[in-house]
């Protein structure tokens, strides 16, 4: 199983911790381009209008300046720098090792600087925009679709379930393609942005604490316990299958879980 996951817009700097080292990082075929983008955010983040050509608010220009330093700066593992909703209910510290395990193993960031990330890998706090238009490297989310593409086409096995937790401008970066898109789920939350994001890392959450299922019903079936939910097949070839998703009220009775099984299957 194959979790993708945007990353977060808060994020928390390491106070200490060895520099970055583009080298280190997962998907070593990225390394060039994370290398331009790298270089692209030092030079503009020195800049007075920073903020808007990274796409960020102007009160955040204290954020915008740590790009100055992205290869002097101590690092921490990727989950604990992201720590937005979707991190903060994923709550990765207070998982049982075995969980821990899986988390790392399954779970991807798409992320605008670095390309696609594993937890485990040391990167710095940043600031910019999925949408930005770096000088000398165009739009970030078009831009890194080639990579990607080489990068996670080669990670995922043929059929492997995908579940795909991402916003929508991190989904452009990268689609399932052939295959891989046979058991490509997408989960949508209705509701307000936060909301969404806290259910979406309860939902990485509940997939973590066991097995991987290996289909887009035996997914649904797993998290019918937690959720309300319903399951929508794809409307055509290589498009995703749909998981809505709401939490269920607290103290749901199990009449209301048993159906959500049964609209699962």
């Known amino acids: 199983m194959l979790i993708l996951l945007p990353p ?4 928390t700097p390491a106070r200490r911790g060895r520099p970055l080292d583009l080298s280190s990082l997962s998907f070593p075929s990225l390394t060039a381009r994370r290398e331009s983008v790298i270089t692209a955010l030092e030079q503009v983040s020195g800049q007075l209008d920073a903020p808007a050509v990274l796409g960020v608010s102007a009160a955040l220009d204290d954020q915008v300046r740590r790009n100055l ?27 049982d090792s075995a969980a821990k395990r899986r988390a790392n193993r399954a779970i991807v960031v798409i992320s ?9 890998d040391r990167v710095p706090a940043y600031r910019v925009h999925v949408c930005a238009h770096l000088p000398g490297v165009g739009p970030l989310a078009r831009g890194w679709r080639g990579a990607l593409a080489d990068a996670l086409d080669a990670a995922v096995k043929p059929r492997e379930l995908i579940v795909d937790c991402r916003s929508t401008t991190y989904a452009a970066m990268w689609r399932p393609t052939d295959e891989r898109a046979h058991a490509w789920v997408q989960v949508v939350v209705p509701g307000a942005s936060h909301n969404a994001k806290h259910t979406r890392g309860l939902v990485t959450r509940a997939l973590v604490q066991a097995e991987a299922p290996r289909s887009p019903g035996a997914l649904a079936e797993r998290l019918s316990e937690h959720f ?38």
């Open 112 to 120: 605008a600087a670095f390309g696609a990330l594993r937890l485990t």
């Open 228 to 265: 309300d939910l319903e399951l929508t097949a794809p409307p055509r070839a290589g498009r995703p299958w749909t998981l809505a998703v709401q939490e269920l009220p607290h103290g749901a009775s199990a009449d209301a879980r048993d159906e959500a099984v049964t609209a699962a299957r």
């Open 8 to 11: 977060s817009e808060g994020k």
């Open 69 to 95: 330093e992205l290869r002097t700066a101590p690092t921490a593992a990727a989950v604990q720098v992201y720590s937005g909703v979707l991190y903060q209910a994923l709550d990765h510290a207070s998982l």
